[in-house]
């Protein structure tokens, strides 16, 4: 199969006719064998309906229906297990994204030997209070993960070539990174390409303000997991080491200035006690301890993994 286009949907039942019926065309047009997949993340506007309907119609049409409503990433995520194409296309549903661009996208996958595209929708339709936290979260993840040839992190609309969706797991809110993913993962050949953005036709977006917060913390998480994932000790340790090297030199400081005056016969200001700079040394050799323990703990919850050893493996012969 050639193309296997997903596409995570909530509550987007005027537009699935409009938009199956658009990829239907491009496909048949440059005779493209494919598969279209829809997941349906807890809808309850009749989308499942209206999904069920079209495949009647359309037997490339396949659908995934959650029980509830789990997230993008996460009907992304079942998308990518369900994918057959050599190239895996993903797009919204809420014709925002254009089916015509998926040739395109298609072509530069297959002759230009690329792991992912991402596109850039360098003009938008969407309000300030979007696009301006949107520039903020691109430049602190190329800032972050090294990608600095891209754009828009957050495209919806990506083509990927089919060994990077099977290797990669999309979890959280990390739809957002999954160029960053795939990076980690050993897929460096990333690209990108401008492409068009509609102004939404139909219903109001699904995405609210926790959206910014969310991308944050997944973004720091992707940040420490991809570089310290299999050795938390680098971390940890170096950190509590540090910690705990700094608060034995203020504590010996301290003891020795004492001695020097107990030496000299001079009186020493204050007792150690009664100095701030005693609670600064004391905190910073207690948490410099529990930092390295935690990294010692972490070491050996990582080596007792069951996926310690599961490298990403190119070829074999």
Same mark, same amino acid.
Request: aromatic share 12%.
């Given at each position: 199969m050639d193309i296997s286009i997903v596409i995570p949907l909530?509550?987007?039942?005027?537009?699935?006719?409009?938009?199956?019926?658009?990829?239907?065309?491009?496909?048949?047009?440059?005779?493209?064998?494919?598969?279209?997949?829809? !997941?349906?993340?807890?809808?309850?506007?009749?989308?499942?309906? +209206? #999904? *069920? =309907?079209?495949?009647?119609? &359309?037997?490339?049409? /396949?659908?995934?229906k959650f029980r509830r409503n789990y997230g993008k990433s996460a009907a992304l995520n079942v998308g990518f297990a369900a994918a057959n194409g050599d190239v895996v296309i993903t797009m919204d549903a809420d014709l925002q994204d254009s089916p015509d661009e998926i040739p395109e996208l298609y072509r530069r996958i297959m002759e230009e030997k690329l792991d992912l595209i991402s596109g850039w929708k360098k003009k938008r339709f969407d309000p300030l209070s979007k696009t301006i936290p949107t520039k903020f979260f691109n430049a602190a993840?190329?800032?972050?993960?090294?990608?600095?040839?891209?754009?828009?992190?957050?495209?919806?609309?990506?083509?990927?070539?089919?060994?990077?969706?099977?290797?990669?797991?999309?979890?959280?809110?990390?739809?957002?990174? !999954?160029?960053?993913?795939?990076?980690?993962?050993?897929?460096? +050949? #990333? *690209? =990108?390409?401008?492409?068009? &953005?509609?102004?939404? /036709?139909?219903g109001v977006t699904k995405f609210g303000f926790s959206r910014f917060i969310n991308g944050f913390l997944d973004l720091l998480s992707i940040f420490f997991v991809g570089k310290f994932g299999k050795r938390p000790m680098h971390f940890?340790?170096?950190?509590?080491?540090?910690?705990?090297?700094?608060?034995?030199?203020?504590?010996?400081?301290?003891?020795?200035?004492?001695?020097?005056?107990?030496?000299?016969?001079?009186?020493?200001?204050?007792?150690?006690?009664?100095?701030?700079?005693?609670?600064?040394?004391?905190?910073?050799?207690?948490?410099?301890?529990?930092?390295?323990?935690?990294?010692?703990?972490?070491?050996?919850?990582?080596?007792?993994s069951s996926n310690r050893d599961h490298y990403q493996i190119e070829k074999e012969v």
């Open positions: 909530l509550n987007e039942v005027e537009s699935l006719p409009e938009l199956t019926e658009w990829i239907r065309t491009v496909m048949q047009k440059h005779q493209f064998s494919y598969e279209i997949i829809l !997941i349906d993340d807890g809808s309850y506007d009749g989308s499942w309906e +209206k #999904i *069920e =309907e079209l495949k009647a119609y &359309h037997s490339s049409i /396949k659908g995934i993840t190329r800032n972050m993960s090294g990608i600095n040839n891209l754009h828009d992190f957050n495209c919806g609309l990506k083509a990927y070539r089919k060994d990077v969706v099977k290797n990669i797991e999309v979890y959280g809110e990390m739809h957002r990174y !999954i160029p960053v993913l795939a990076k980690w993962a050993g897929f460096t +050949k #990333i *690209e =990108e390409q401008v492409v068009e &953005h509609r102004a939404r /036709k139909y940890f340790g170096t950190m509590g080491v540090i910690s705990f090297l700094m608060g034995s030199f203020l504590a010996t400081w301290i003891i020795a200035e004492k001695l020097y005056h107990i030496a000299v016969g001079t009186r020493y200001p204050r007792e150690i006690t009664s100095q701030p700079l005693f609670y600064i040394a004391l905190v910073a050799v207690i948490v410099g301890s529990q930092l390295f323990l935690t990294g010692f703990v972490a070491e050996l919850v990582s080596r007792n």
